[in-house]
């Protein structure tokens, strides 16, 4: 197995890991683009959200409600952001889905 997020899911390359359950792993971003960077990974390998399943849903739905549940222990109580970077065009450079959550400044919109 290559994929580098399959590798910190499963221990063989250590990360800041702060928070795990049965499907997924929440670590801090390597380069944090904000005060809190989390990076929530599903234990099992999607290359991508254009190859998540319908066998997915509730998986897609579980990041999602992690990464609040990680904002508000977080104290991002003025908001966050979160983005799921996909393909070359959305700036993806890791092939293992992950969700980042961004917080503790303020972001703009439209995104660069
Ligand atoms: P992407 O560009 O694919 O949406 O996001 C990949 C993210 O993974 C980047 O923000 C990058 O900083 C982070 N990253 C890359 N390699 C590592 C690593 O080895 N450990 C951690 N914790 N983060 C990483
Ligand atoms: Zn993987």
């Known amino acids: 197995m290559s994929c580098l997020f399959c590798k910190i899911v499963d221990g063989s390359i250590p990360a800041k890991h702060v ?12 380069h944090p683009q904000s005060p809190t960077h989390l990076l929530v990974l599903p234990r099992k390998h999607i290359s991508s959200l254009a190859n998540a399943a319908a066998e997915d849903q ?29 393909g070359d ?3 993806q450079t890791v092939d293992h889905l992950h969700l980042h959550l961004l917080g503790g400044r303020e972001y703009g919109w439209p995104p660069g």
């Open 58 to 86: 509730a998986l897609l739905g579980h990041l999602l409600l992690t990464a609040n549940a990680l904002a508000q222990q977080s104290g991002l109580v003025n908001g966050y952001r979160t983005v799921i970077n996909t």
């Open 89 to 91: 065009d959305g700036g």
């Open 19 to 30: 928070y795990d359950d049965e499907l997924c792993v929440a670590i801090a971003d390597i």
